[in-house]
């Protein structure tokens, strides 16, 4: 009995660390490096095992539905449980969740708002998405790169997105959600780098045949490193 | 010689179709139904073809089986095939077959239109495909965002074969719709009020209702954006004052609703088989016919869900959102009715219930995932990935794919006369179920993981391989377990034993005709006493085909069926509906050289087509009413009721109401487009004079108003029984309609419109057009209304035709002057943007 | 007394007006960051949040008094009329419900960012 034990013990752990390690990987949204990405996977998972429950219990509702030995009913005696399953299943179940959601959903997606900051300061690049690449630049400076992204550590950077010929999205999973990026208008997205590291992305909007390789990296130095990147790159650049 | 057996020799005489290939002039909706169904099946087979290529393809990282041009119109072409060419059309075709036997009815009650939509879905669809064989097919993704789909970044023809194409098989969808919708309000069996209407009349009428309203967007999208194309006029071009971002509000305002038109029809079989197979009437009908107009609208209003990361406001966003979360109420009230059925019945385990368990499971999970995606912020992260692959492929292939094949199964004995093998078909089943979950299951964590969309292929190290593997096997899996049911079901015509009337013990009217059934469907058309009618009048089996019930008279060789109240269901009217008839197939095909010749900018041969097409569907509408091919006076006149022809509330008004309500949405998409543009397009530029003169507009919409008055006032004298006059009367009423159009065009083709540098005159230019094809119609039947008056075929006795063209008029002056008010003086009044 | 008549337009009714509630209410909030935008920082305080709210309440407060009349209406013995009026009502009722929950991101969020 013991052994029994102590092997579906080591078996749990080996499948949740399967399951885990299942979950990292260079674009995985579920394994977030930002709070932007942080918060939209506490949301992913608490919304997987919401949706579970449900499914599950559905499921062994429509089980017993079929299995149980039932007697036959009267009309009034079927329209009296008619009703109670379809208020409580049919108008309470989502109501209850549609509500629980929100009360989660709507103070996550304002905290992803590229809003005036409350304190410190952000930063902005500039980014220019063509077929099948993307233009770097930074404000205030001659420093201009293609694909790579340099940002500075847990610091707030708006990117200013826009497109100079079709549709196209920017999207980096571990840092947090997409933006199109459209002819004639400029979308901001807010993202932010909590470790030292590189962070792959990938355009997600269909914008013809190099779309699954217009990749890009964003690489997020220490801010002594950033300093020390610009100062390089913009003596490069003025050279 | 029997009774019922002389009954059914001299009805079908009349009802049957033409002997070989004069099947073709088949216009009845046993006919077209069935051809509807086995063309969809066969596109379904090709779309399925071209996703397993896709799966090949990505099955491993790193592959090239397909180059990345290739691979584009692959899945441009699966999503364009499974939705226009599969999904809406097969349920079009269930719905054309099954309404009127579930109604009580002979037949469809525009017979020719069916037979026309058929002819136009299925050569449109011969021409989209074709592009794929030609090796130039569509590849800007079924969505055709622009600009990658403009003549830019999709040089070569193959957004035409869409834009073209798909436009061409829609004429088919909104027609159906159109008549569906009259049909189910017009034309039930006597005794049939609202409330005893089968559930499955429901979802249709409602999903009727939707396609009318949903398609018109769409089609003014494809047209601006072909006029784009090929006339160079920016609608979508940022630089002219257009915005690409107006094409994805069109295409959704159609593309939302487009999900629920195919789930409703689907979840319809599911109410309409799960009581069966319990034994037990459906629970809460009241709740589901709510459940299901509550869908039919809040789907209109969640379309920009699909637009989450195009940076629309939060604000914004949030009633999306909301509107999006909202459509679950509905689907759950739908979920727990049959659930509480199940629950309150004998479950009969049968193949048609095997799926529709398979639906609960699969369709379940998909809901949950569309409630998820919902949410703003996580939509901002998964929005074309995988995820969302996974999840639309649950939500279609779930609520639609698996409801169909269960209905498939359950309505096969009445359309062979023969039952299905178990063992076959659960082979079948199991082996979708499990190759379903098995590729698209894990698809959503590929998409949690950061797979998007459209990659025709990916690396190594990004840790997608073996999810995309399994994906992959388990597409092969589906392919096996399609096979299984296509061997069981062409087998089952062979060696199926005979099924023979009501195999299953079913509640509606359709089971009553036999199987297969009969041409005309019911040789006499009883009424009923409740909504289960084969349940509680289970006589009805033999008394329909002896002949004990109604309209049992067809010595006159009329095809001819009941007319009743939309509400009560009272009898109205007997409807003389249309035989044989090649006109159908010959305009489709006139249509379809249109189509081509526009593809291959031939404009010539368009004009020429356009004429031609438009002088057969004149033709059409002359044999009608009091025409001798149709019903002229000192024909034997039916006992029950008198002949539609010779009353003033028929179905052709319906029709027509029906149609203006599509003609409406359509021309409310314009407004859309146009005030769209004015607030939000980036660089929109407004010339500092109207290119359009203003007092000539006014003087066109007078001379219209007089015109419109005059036909009005016409229609009211005729309705009172005054036909003196009447055909003088028209033709001032198309005389002045004339002058108004002359003047009209004069001022479209006079005034100075810059069309391809300005969005602005572009648009002008689109709504004047819209406005002169409206006019020309009304005119021109208007002037055939006199002409029939002269030959007798428009009397006082004969009153039908004149009250169906009356909202022509109104609604074409109402389009003109709203047009003056929107687009001349809204503009004058706001000042220069 | 009003009281309304058994008929199937008020099956569709409600949610039409719901519908034209929508477009107003997306007209208008896309309207009005049009020409006098709010300031970001504004929050969700500003005259166009108030003006959209103000918007549902009117909407949700007609849908909920059509609803009662519906109900109010229907007859006691089983047949089309009543089919048709209740169903109406409890239409009527969800459309003033989406009406409200439709509007409630007015009062919580900054309209224009």
Known sequence: MATMKKTLAAATVAASLMLLSGCSGPYSSLDPAGPAAGSVAALTWAMLIGALTIFIGLILLCWYAVRRNNEELSDAEAQRIQNRWILAGGIALPVVTITALLTFGIPIGHSLLPLPLQQGEGMRIDIKARQWFWEVSYPDTDIQAINEIHIPVDTPVDFHISSADVIHSFWSPRLGGKIDAIPGRTNVLRLEANQVGEYSGQCAEFCGGGHAVMGFTIIALSAEDFEAWLQQEGAETND | MTEPDNLHQRFDKVWRNLPGWGALAAVNHTSVGRRFMVTGGIFFLIGGLLAMLIRTQLALPDQDTLSPGLYSQMFTMHGTVMMFLFAIPILEGAAIYLIPKMIGARDLIFPRLSALGYYCYLFGGIIVLSSLLLGIAPDAGWFMYTPLSNAEFSPGPGSDFWLLGITFVEISAVSAGIELTVAILRSRTQGMTLSKMPIFCWYILVTALMIVFGFPPLILASILLELERAAGMPFFDVAAGGDPILWQHLFWLFGHPEVYIIFLPAAGMVSTILPVFTGRPLVGYRWIVMAVILTGFISFGLWAHHMFTVGIPQMAQAFFSMASMMVAIPTAIQIFAWLATIWTGRVVYSLPMLWIFGFLFIFVIGGLTGVMLAMVPFNWQVHDSHFVVAHLHYVLVGGMLFPLIGGLYYWLPHFSGRMPSERLGRWGFWLTFIGFNATFFLMHLTGLLGMPRRFYTYGEGAGWDWLNLLSSVGSFVIATGVAMIIIDVVLHFRFGRKAGSNPWNADTLEWATGTPPPMYNFASLPEIKSRHPLWNQPELLESIPAGEHGLTQIEHGRRETFGTDAITGKLKEVMLLPTNSWLPLITAAVLAVLCVSLLVRSYTVAMVAAAVAAVFLFRWSWENGGHPKAAPLGDKEPEEAPLQSRTTDGSGLWGMVITLLADGALYLALLFGWLYLWTVAPNWAVPDESPISLPMMALSGLLLTGATWWYSGAVKKLKAGNDSGLESRFWVATGTGAAHLALLAWITFASPLATTEYTHDAVLFVMLMFLIFHSSITVIATGLQALRVRFGYVSKKLPYEPVVLRPMWIFTLAIFWCSVASFLLLPIAWGPA | ?113
């Open chain 3, 1 to 113: 007394m009003k009281t309304l008549r058994a008929h199937p337009l008020h099956l569709f009714s409600g949610l039409l007006i719901w519908a034209v509630y929508y477009v107003v209410l997306y007209g208008g909030q896309g309207a009005g960051c049009a020409i006098a935008p709010p300031p970001a920082e504004a929050g969700s305080s500003t005259w166009l949040n108030a003006v959209l709210l103000l918007h549902t309440l009117v909407f949700a407060t007609l849908l909920l008094y059509l609803a009662w009349l519906a109900y109010r209406s229907t007859p006691a013995e089983r047949g089309n009329a009543r089919f048709l009026l209740r169903t109406s009502a409890a239409l009527y009722l969800l459309a003033a419900v989406a009406t409200l929950a439709i509007g409630l991101p007015s009062a919580l969020l900054p309209p224009c960012v």
